[in-house]
């Protein structure tokens, strides 16, 4: 896979679909690599006219890590956002960071604006784009989570322990394991779910090409300490789709609703079954509702290719 530099880093990326095709640029979620997207996900946003570009966000997978670089425990930097300290100063880096990465990203591979999609974290990293990078965002879809307003439903318990839960030993097996056991947790409906058998094997696959614990916890710190934006949501102008779990237990679906809530004019949909994840059979369901939205996004340019 290719590398690329892009805001000081060097950024591991991959392309799917016609390079003159307009930019759709996919951002993972907390310590997920980009080789957890579905194949049959980034092969039917290609076919739909986009150029699907996903990439290894900061510190995970292979682009640039961090290391040698500590952060506070997650402990000490919640109270000390309760305190009021400056945080954000304390740590490695925040979110602010890992959206200029992925503007810095757009620019380097030659695109002027993309489409811009990010599950979970990813999907704070891309509102932060539309917020601090507008001339880089052509339309914003925040899937599965959270304006960032500390007044929102939190996490259920058993949620947030699958979050943070570490194997008692750091091997293929023990990765795989507890992958599977956190699935059965924050994912969709059974009906819906990848097997844990698939989980595990994604799992081990990730480990295998890069098992970063510290780049995971200063991603932990990064989103912890990220001031927040919530308020600022209102300036967004862009076209935005909110796509969101009606299971999900880890980030809840009032997270999605406060978002729509806030940027003027944004679509929101609430998906039965869906949880805390991205299973096979949720893949169709999502593309019925993305390329639609993004059909009626075209830029001119590309609309009189079509024409």
Do not use: C
Not at 94 to 99: F, P
Not at 193 to 221: H, L, T
């Amino acid at each position: 896979m290719p590398r690329i530099e892009a805001n000081g880093i060097e950024i591991e990326y991959e392309e799917y679909g016609k390079p003159d095709d307009p930019m759709l640029l996919l951002v993972s979620g907390f310590s997920g690599q980009m080789i957890t997207w579905p194949d049959a996900f980034k092969q039917g946003l290609a076919e739909a006219g986009r150029r699907v570009v996903i990439f290894d966000n900061r510190d995970i997978g292979l682009s640039t890590e961090f290391t040698n670089e500590v952060p506070p425990a997650p402990r000490d930097i919640v109270k000390g956002v309760m305190a009021g300290e400056p945080m954000h100063e304390k740590v490695p880096y925040i979110l602010n960071d890992m959206a200029a990465d992925a503007a810095g990203l757009v620019q380097a591979l030659g695109a002027n604006k993309a489409d811009v999609m990010g599950f979970s974290m990813g999907g704070m990293i891309v509102q932060l784009m539309a917020l601090n990078h507008p001339e880089r965002v052509r339309t914003l879809i925040p899937v599965m989570t959270t304006s960032g307003d500390p007044a929102l439903p939190p996490a259920t318990p058993e949620a947030q322990q699958a979050l943070t839960a570490v194997p008692e030993v750091r091997n293929a097996d023990a990765i795989g394991d507890l992958a599977a056991q956190s699935r059965r947790v924050i994912g969709s409906h059974e009906t819906v779910r990848n097997s844990d058998e698939a989980v595990k094997a994604m799992a081990i696959r990730a480990f295998e090409r890069s098992d970063r614990p510290m780049g995971v916890a200063r991603q932990y710190a990064a989103i912890l300490a990220q001031p927040r934006w919530h308020e600022r949501l209102a300036g967004v102008s862009h076209p935005t789709l909110v796509l969101h779990g009606a299971q999900d237990p880890l980030i809840r679906p009032a997270a999605g609703q406060d978002i729509a809530e806030r940027i003027p004019g944004a679509e929101i949909e609430i998906i039965e079954k869906w949880g805390h994840d991205l299973p096979e059979k949720m893949v169709p369901v999502l593309l019925n509702r993305i390329v639609p939205f993004l059909g009626k996004h075209v830029p001119e340019e590309a609309r009189a290719d079509v024409n």
